[in-house]
């Protein structure tokens, strides 16, 4: 008797199995691959991650915006008496609320990477400790220096993608948001639930100048996190072999051509 | 142990009356942020409670916080202060000099064991087993860790005791290092400034003495009723600040009208001190007030933050100096030169492999 059960989605049993690097580096699920014998593209981004994105993308554009602003102030204006004029604190209030809601939304984020697939949890960790994810690392890397002629499919990041949403984005904003806090912190006083929270990164720093230009230099890596990521995005729309833009909107990932790998 | 005055004795000696010391009491109670029910508490301590001993040793410094002490805006605080405190030590203010002082200071040591209080004004170097500071021949460092050992507390006067100030800025030749670097375990409250202010130096002591224990101290070990809130927050041209009215340059019409002077690198937000709330010389003015600036003389560190005039803290690890802002907007440029050669080299690849798809079709 025949074990094995013909399988409509295998129409040859002696193809290789398909995505080896993005299943070898965890980034790709049986049902993904099941997904792709079926049709050209794989549900990736949940409703939650891509709220979370745009909604974190808007946050992080306000933030840029004012925080330059608060650091570089408009040139004085003089609309009313001091009384009634409360233009550079509502440039502050802006950043402060931003900086609120990205606060939340990311702590909502953390939380659904518990309930979400594996996507969700990618830029989370990084698989240092996986060799082959090393190696795919050197070889995105290597496509996007010209060096090799095809990249391969991936169904989440690519690893580059992942070291840079690991680094800027999870470390990054985290770094941001604690910071941010701190300064917040020194305007809310102490014995405020953010001093009581977030008023040792002030001790840790020991001046709070200091603490300033940390958080400016923050955003300045935020500055060059967006650039790269817009970048890469439309170039990878273009010239990769799936889908970038439209998949962040609609959460499904297309492929271009029906090459296993 | 001898019999010592009770500060009420003192004062009276002085020939301070009865009202005019409860007059004391009741501004020393406001100044600590007390209730009206503390004013018959500082005097009863202060009528039945000896007076503390205080060993005043001075290491590399400038002396401007003896000179701010002496200036103690109210009178009365600073003749309190002074009489209130049996400073049995301090080589500048002493009559005693030479030997006498030394003998002064081993003797207070020895009397008073356990029960003095030490303030420290300066800071001690390091290098060269500490010759760059000697007193009564011997390296200030040790003056300080023998007058230490037996202090029921110290006091970290000024910039200098508690951060290290000028002479501990970069490049720190001498090794100059703030007083809790070297004397790890006695409880030490900073009263940073350079100078800190009179009223905040006589109102930790008069804390001290009357409650006997140490202020509420912050996270970096400072009193929190003098220095819990930044300049900023309690500035007076603050509402210029939120309504975004700055002053542009100092010569300009918005510096006549008293603008914010956030623009010229005012370090008030960043700084934590009484300057605004209790001001200086009798609560006359103080710089922002003279329209300058704050220069952040109470934080940690404030000569190695770049500039006076700049709002952000200068970057030194790139070989050059430079501001978060340079650093940021060169990284950036460089990033767009990046980007913009690789979409060229990205577009021209791409042509090149259709036209060879092209041809080989």
Redesign the interface.
């Known amino acids: 008797m025949d074990e094995r059960v013909i399988n409509i989605h295998i129409p040859n049993p002696d193809a290789p199995i398909p995505l080896e690097a993005a299943r070898l580096t965890g980034a790709a699920r049986p049902e993904d691959i099941e997904s792709i014998f079926l049709k050209t593209s794989v549900y990736v981004y949940e409703v939650p991650v891509r709220l979370w994105h745009w909604l974190n993308a808007a946050m992080i554009f306000i933030l840029m915006g004012t925080g330059y602003l608060i650091a570089r102030p408009l040139p004085t204006m003089e609309i009313a008496e001091a009384t009634d004029q409360f233009l550079f604190g509502y440039i502050r209030f802006a950043h402060f609320a931003a900086g609120m809601v990205l606060t939340v939304a990311f702590a909502a984020r953390i939380i659904w990477a518990f309930f979400g697939n594996v996507h969700s949890r990618q830029m989370f960790k990084l698989p240092i400790h996986n060799p082959r994810w090393i190696k795919e690392l050197i070889f995105e890397l290597k496509w996007y220096l010209f060096l090799v002629p095809q990249p391969k499919k991936y169904v989440g990041h690519n690893p580059l993608a992942h070291a840079a949403m690991f680094f800027f984005i999870t470390l990054g904003m985290t770094f941001m948001i604690v910071t941010g806090f701190a300064l917040y912190a020194e305007g809310a006083g102490q014995g405020s639930i953010y001093d009581q929270t977030f008023g040792w990164v002030l001790g840790l720093v020991g001046n709070s100048q200091r603490l300033h230009t940390l958080h400016h230099l923050g955003m300045w890596s935020i500055v060059i996190f967006t650039i790269i990521h817009i970048y890469a995005a439309i170039r990878e729309d273009i010239m990769s072999r799936q889908s970038m833009l439209s998949t962040i909107v609609s959460g499904w990932r297309t492929f271009k051509d029906d090459r296993a790998e | 142990m001898p019999q010592i005055e009770t500060f009420y004795d003192v004062m009276r000696r002085q020939g301070i009356t009865r009202r005019s010391f409860m007059k004391y009491c009741s501004l020393t109670a406001a100044a600590l942020g007390l209730g009206p029910s503390f004013v018959p508490k500082i005097a009863h301590a202060m009528e039945t409670k000896p007076r503390t001993p205080v060993i005043w040793v001075h290491g590399l410094e400038c002396t401007c916080c003896s000179e701010s002490f002496i200036r103690a805006a109210h009178p009365l605080a600073k003749d309190v202060v002074l009489s209130m405190i049996s400073l049995d030590y301090d080589d500048t203010l002493m009559a005693a000099a030479g030997h006498a002082a030394e003998a002064a200071l081993m003797d207070t040591i020895e009397k008073y064991k356990g029960n003095y209080i030490l303030a420290v004004e300066g800071n001690p170097p390091l290098n060269e087993d500490g010759m760059y500071c000697i007193i009564g021949g011997k390296p200030f460092v040790e003056q300080l860790k023998m007058a230490a050992e037996h202090a029921k507390a110290i006091i970290s006067w000024g910039a200098c005791a508690s951060y290290g100030c000028v002479q501990a800025a970069a490049p720190n030749p001498t090794r100059a290092v703030p007083v809790h670097k070297v004397i790890l375990d006695k409880p030490i409250i900073k009263v940073p400034g350079c100078p800190p202010i009179a009223e905040v130096m006589t109102g930790v002591i008069t804390y001290m003495l009357t409650f006997d224990r140490l202020p509420e101290l912050?996270?970096?070990g400072r009193p929190?009723m003098f220095y819990?809130?930044?300049i900023h927050?309690k500035c007076y041209r603050r509402?210029?600040?939120?309504?975004?009215?700055?002053?542009?340059q100092w010569d300009d019409d918005?510096a006549k009208k008293g603008?914010c002077l956030?623009?010229m690198g005012c370090?008030g937000?960043?700084?934590?001190n009484a300057c605004s709330t209790v001001r200086w010389n009798e609560g006359v003015s103080f710089p922002i007030q003279s329209g300058h600036g704050c220069i952040?003389c109470s934080?940690?560190?404030?000569w190695d933050?770049g500039s006076f005039y700049d709002?952000?803290?200068t970057?030194k690890q790139f070989g050059v100096e430079a501001t978060?802002?340079k650093?940021?907007?060169t990284?950036?440029g460089a990033?767009?030169a990046g980007?913009a050669l690789?979409?060229a080299?990205?577009a021209l690849?791409?042509a090149q492999k259709k036209t060879q798809e092209k041809t080989e079709a």
């Open positions: 912050d996270r970096q929190a819990s809130q930044r927050d509402p210029h600040f939120d309504a975004g009215q700055f002053v542009e918005y603008y956030y623009k370090k937000p960043t700084t934590y952040g934080e940690d560190g404030f933050q709002r952000l803290t970057i978060a802002d650093i940021g907007l990284a950036v990033l767009g980007v690789h979409v080299a990205s690849k791409r």
